[in-house]
């Protein structure tokens, strides 16, 4: 499958922008990237009219297929709150493929998501990047990219209500400590066993986090306010974590200290009030400001705190309140990769990756765009369909 007659926003290396070019896909994959015509077109080959081709859009956090509207309880499935640290849970056994928001992200031109659980436990288990096409999360399933902490007041009240620890930000930090200490001594057990030793008992919790440790996988710290930001880079050098901050919604306050760390941001949700008081000092300048200070930043929707289908609304939000427009972009396609730890796979139009694609006719992050397609690991799906 050929489109072609496109101006093509690769998002490589060098954000090359081509004029007039076309993208050949096959087996799900980017094939080739060409300016001007290629060799040949057959009838079902796509001519784009003009029209600029983007790479689908990633929204690095959200809930997505955790919840299912108007189900109540019995249709939400992100928060474990029956122990506050779950750090073995896999979140491909909760994502329901079925969901409506799916086919809703794939409307916007979103082709990727990282799906995160809930924040209510210092520790809530995996995080996985999956595809929005498909109906088996199994076969939907990109790369197992993170551990989910949280920081402040989600946790502090979850288990503050039941007068149950943590019911402090101190408490809170202990646990995330005691649980990767534990984690590594049990690491260095499995090594000594390795050379003779005794095995140790199985722990499945130990033994999620170990990637983590590694290096191999993220800690993504929800942190709102700026002392609980400090904290997240704190303990994630202490144990020498590769971690993303995800909310940073004090970011603009101390934009200049986490440039000296060379943190990475996911900003959002972008659409909403202080509704809670960790998000006093919420702005939709946010992102800009990070930006302009030096911090890599992604955008996000919280899915379901902001329907999936508005991150492109958003990230013109972020424009409108002083974001580039080359670094709103990146925000949601090979920055939000790179972050995600998936750029291999997806993030820009280049040989060799998943042919996730976006069409639009106009801006697309106005809030009157919408793709005129979308191509989903080389599936194609054509206007708004909800």
């Known amino acids: 499958m050929i489109i072609y007659n496109a101006r093509i926003y690769t998002q490589d290396k060098n954000r090359n922008v081509i004029g007039n070019g076309f993208v050949r896909f096959e087996g799900g994959l980017i094939a080739e990237v060409g300016s001007g015509m290629p060799a040949s077109v057959s009838p079902g080959d796509i001519d784009a009219g003009g029209k600029s081709l983007y790479p689908g859009f990633i929204d690095i956090h959200t809930h997505l297929g955790l919840t299912t509207g108007g189900t109540g309880i019995e249709g939400e499935d992100f928060n474990e709150e029956s122990e506050p640290n779950s750090s073995g849970l896999h979140i491909i056994d909760g994502i329901n493929p079925l969901d409506v928001s799916f086919e809703k992200a ?32 199994d076969k939907m399933l990109l790369r ?43 690491m260095d057990d499995l090594r000594d066993a390795e050379d003779g030793g005794d095995m140790p008992d199985l722990d499945l919790g130990s033994e999620a986090l170990i990637p983590l440790l590694r290096g191999e996988l993220k800690a993504h710290f929800h942190c709102h306010r700026a002392d609980d930001i400090f904290t997240a880079v704190r303990l994630a050098k202490e144990f020498s974590l590769p971690y993303v901050l995800i909310h940073c919604t004090d970011g603009h306050l101390i934009a200049e200290e986490l440039a000296e760390e060379k943190a990475e941001a996911v900003v959002g949700p972008i659409m909403c009030d202080a509704c809670k008081p960790e998000l006093a000092n919420i702005t ?7 930006d302009a200070a030096g911090v890599r930043v992604a955008v996000c929707t919280d899915h379901s705190e902001i329907p999936i289908e508005y991150l492109p609304i958003s990230v013109g939000v972020c424009m409108k309140h002083g974001l580039p427009f080359d670094k709103a972009l990146d925000a949601v396609t090979i920055t939000a990769a790179e972050i995600a730890g998936i750029a291999d796979l997806t993030g820009s139009v280049e040989a060799g990756k998943r042919a996730d694609l976006t069409l639009f006719e106009g801006f697309p992050f106005e809030v009157m765009s919408s793709p005129e397609l979308t191509v989903c690991g080389g599936k194609i799906y054509t206007g708004r369909k909800v």
């Open 106 to 137: 794939i409307s916007a031109g979103i082709t990727c998501v990282l799906v995160s659980p809930g924040s209510m436990n210092p520790i809530a288990g995996d995080i996985c990047a999956v595809s929005t096409s498909g109906r088996r999360i």
């Open 144 to 186: 197992r990219v993170g551990i989910k902490f949280s920081l402040g007041e989600n946790p502090k009240m979850t288990y503050m209500d039941r007068d149950e620890t943590p019911c402090t930000r101190m408490a809170i930090a202990a646990m995330i400590r005691e649980a990767l200490t534990k984690a590594r001594r049990y």
């Open 284 to 290: 939709p300048a946010n992102a800009a400001k990070l």
